[in-house]
Every structure is written in C-alpha cells, then in structure tokens.
C-alpha cells in the first residue's frame, strides 16, 4: 500500500517541522491580520516569543464569534486576488463562517485528503460515490479533491435524489461510498424498500464517515448494511473542512498534524489539559496562507494520545467526538448529550438509531422525551411488547442519564431523514422562552 511518508516520521521530525511552520504562522498573523496583533499586543506577547512548541499556550484563543465579528474576510491573511476558493458554514443565528483558501491552501487540503482515502488504500480502479454536499459546505469539494488526487474515479453525486442515488451506486459500480453516517443508513433503508438487496447487490468495500458525531451502534449498522469497513473522517470548516483526521485500518482517529496542531483544554478555565483527558478540542493552523487560524475553539469534546498507533503511524490519535459543549442539553439541572442518548437506544434490541430527543417545559418543570423509531421486526402492532420495550428503554435511559425520560416509540421510517448533517435535537424550551 501506498503509505503517505509524512503519517509515519520520527516524532523529533515531526515536531521540528510543526515548530518551523508554527513560528511562520505567527510571524504571518501578526503582521498582516491586525485582529492578531492587537491580541498579541495586550498580552505582550511578539512571533520571536515562540521559541517552543510549549509556547503555543501562551497565545491566545480564537473563537467562532471572532470570525462572525470579522465578517466577511476580516481575519484573512492574503489579499484577496491570492484566495482561489471561499467556503462557508452555516451558522444557526446570524451570519456564516466565511473560509478562504490560498492555491497553496487548496494543495495542503487535497494532501491530507489524499492522505486520508491512503488509510483504506483508496487508489486507481476504485469508484468513490461522493454524498456529501457539493456547494458552500465543505464536504463534498473536499472529498472530490481528494478522490482525484489518489487517482479513483470520483463520482460527484452530491445529497439528495436518494432513489438516483442508489442506481449510480450500483450502476457505476462504486467501490467506496463518502456520506453523513445517518445518510449512508437512510441509502441503505431506501435501497430495501427499492428491491435492492444491499449488501449482496452492490461492490461497496469501504466508506467515509464523518461531519456528524456517531455512537459505535450507528457506525455498527451503518457497516453492516453495507457490508463495509467503516472509516471515519473528521474535520470543520474553519480549520480546512474534511480531512483534519482520519481513521486507520486499526481504527484510530490520527490528526495530520504536521498542518494542525491539537490541544485539549477545559473549557471552562482555558488550561491546557494532559494526554488522556477528556476536554475541548483547540486547533493551530501551521501550513495554512489564506485564513490561517490561531488556538481556534472547536467546542468538539475530545481527548488525545500520544502512544504509537499498532499501523505504525506516529501521528497523534485523539479519541471519538464525544459531543459539543453547545450540543449539552441541560435538563432539570442535569448535563445530558446527544450522544449519551444515542449509545443508549443501540444497546437495546428492536431500536434503530434513527430518534430525536425533544426538550419541553411543563410549568415550570423540564421535560425529557426520546422519540425512536422502532425495527420493522418488531413492529408487529403488539401493545404488550412495544409497552415492555418503551418500559425497557426508559430504564436504561434513567440509569445513564440519571434523569427520568418519556419515550415515544414510532412507526419505522416516520422521522425526517436527513441528506446531511441530522438534527437530533429538539429544545421547545427556547420558543417558550421567546414567547
Ligand atoms: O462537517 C467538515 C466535514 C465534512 C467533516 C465531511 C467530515 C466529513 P463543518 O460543517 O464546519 O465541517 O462542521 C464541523 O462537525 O466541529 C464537529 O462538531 C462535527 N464533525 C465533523 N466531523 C465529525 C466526526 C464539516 N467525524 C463540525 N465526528 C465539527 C463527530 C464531527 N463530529
């Protein structure tokens, strides 16, 4: 297999050469970003400070808000006629993110997607049916970048069309399939009620997941459905878009960091945290021209490890997304995540893991309720044992939680589906609180 030379460097090489890149980085921002050097300034703080990779704690945050404050090109550190590329997330409230990216840029991304579709030895002879969107979101070029890059034929087909889909699919003969991971199962439902029989009817081997954190039950029957190797792919828009991480064949989420450097921190005092800990994941752009990216708070929760990976990579590994820390819902005054959810109702037979979870008031008691569609198997319309497995479930639900929730078991594919990123999350509290 191809091995991309770079995942595999002692780490003194490795570490030599994110010192060289970050002190550039520095010296760039300071000087032609006058948002950074005002915060350099109040903190005293000058590029030839950064004498060690150490020091990079010493300089301080970037936040979502600084790149809504700056809106549109405010923190970018090339003039405008060098950016060849402007993406964008989109933003609940308010304006977008606005990224931009340098020709240079552009080669850095491609690389660490290159990189990426290395880890499933992704090269020529393969088809790579592309999901994720094509547009602003960052997924799809991102994806498409890469695919052409390690020489596969890509097929661009974007979300949406779900029945077309399916037919390319087939038709084409794709090899690897590039999704949300709740789309890449909504593929596969479709496909059944189409007549197709996946996994026998299609050459799928292996797909990309990512843009959306995934509980170990949905990656199990995302992969199962397909029959594929399920890898995963991490990344967000304001860093580079997909390809800050990838999964190896072992598993293991490894960060190109010789291009971003990770930090955890606790995000409620900023100190940097020790390897092994859960906390806020913070990236360092270090190779990056057009809007270079200075201790960014992702509000990813994390954790990272520095241990050589069983592949032979020594690339940091950092552990799965375990959700956002403004994706915390509080609930009667108890922290509960989405993803806490998730893992509970794939642990009980006869859920799937498509659901909701809506938030409400009652008076002025917070209310908890998880709907979840339940498995065609076990929808036979007997009240008895759908009452045991909803009575099951909000047991299970209370142990974890340690908060009572009322479920709602529904009809198989009642839920909105999503062609992206899925909306898990319901909070009816906030239209009360406008109201
Ligand atoms: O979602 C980039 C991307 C596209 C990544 C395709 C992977 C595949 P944004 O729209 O800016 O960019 O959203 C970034 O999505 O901060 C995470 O909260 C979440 N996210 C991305 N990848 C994962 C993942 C793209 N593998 C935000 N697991 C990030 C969990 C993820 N969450």
New binding site residues.
């Given amino acids: 297999m191809d091995r991309h030379k770079k995942d595999f460097l002692p780490r003194e090489d490795l570490e030599a050469i994110q010192l060289k890149r970050l002190k550039e980085t520095v010296e760039r921002v300071y000087h032609l970003v006058p948002f950074y050097r005002q915060k350099f300034d109040e903190v005293g703080l000058k590029p030839k400070h950064i004498k060690s990779l150490d020091d990079l704690k010493n300089l301080p945050f970037t936040t979502k808000q600084d790149l809504r404050d700056h809106y549109p090109f405010g923190l970018f550190a090339a003039p405008l006629d060098q950016i060849i590329r402007i993406h964008s ?1 989109s933003g609940t409230t308010g304006k977008p993110t606005v990224v931009g990216y340098t020709e240079n840029d552009l080669k850095v991304w491609t690389e660490v997607m290159y990189r990426t579709f290395k880890m499933a030895g992704v090269g020529p002879g393969d088809v790579v049916h592309n999901a ?1 969107g094509y547009g602003l ?3 799809g070029l ?2 498409h970048y890469g695919a052409e890059a390690v020489g596969a034929a890509v097929v661009p087909s974007s979300v949406g069309f779900t029945k077309r889909q399916l037919m390319l699919l087939k038709d084409f003969g794709a090899t690897i399939l590039c999704s ?1 991971p709740s789309y890449a199962l909504h593929l596969a439902e479709v496909a059944k009620e189409e007549g197709y029989d996946p996994p026998k009817d299609f050459l799928l081997r292996a797909g ?7 509980s170990e039950g949905l990656r199990q029957a995302v992969a199962e459905a397909w029959g594929i190797k399920y890898f ?7 860093i580079i ?2 390809g800050v991480a990838a999964s190896c064949p072992e598993g293991e989420l490894h960060i190109f960091e010789d291009h971003f450097i990770p930090e955890i921190i606790n995000p409620e005092t900023g100190e940097v945290l020790p390897e092994g800990e859960e906390g806020e994941l913070v990236f360092t752009t270090v190779s990056k021209q057009g809007l270079p990216i200075i201790r960014y708070r ?3 929760i994390a954790s990272l490890y520095k241990a050589p990976c069983k592949c032979g990579r020594t690339i940091l590994r950092m552990g ?2 375990l959700g ?1 820390t403004d994706d915390m819902l509080i609930v009667s005054g108890v922290n509960v995540f989405p993803s806490q959810v998730e893992h509970v109702l794939t642990q009980v037979e006869g859920l799937t893991p498509n659901y909701v979870i809506v938030v409400d008031k009652r008076g002025v008691l917070d209310v908890l309720e998880v709907w979840v569609e339940v498995d065609e198997r076990v929808f036979t319309g007997d009240i008895g044992s759908l009452e045991n497995l909803k009575r099951k479930l909000e047991e299970e639900l209370a142990n974890a939680l340690f908060l009572r929730a009322r479920v709602k078991l529904v009809e198989p594919k009642t839920l909105e589906r999503s062609m992206g ?1 899925a909306k898990r999350v319901v909070d009816r509290r906030e239209l009360k609180d406008i109201a």
């Fill in positions: 997330s994720y979101f960052t997924g991102g994806f949300t990309f997941f990512g843009a959306e954190p995934a995963e792919c991490y990344g967000l828009s304001e878009g997909p992702t509000k990813d799965r997304i956002r990123k």
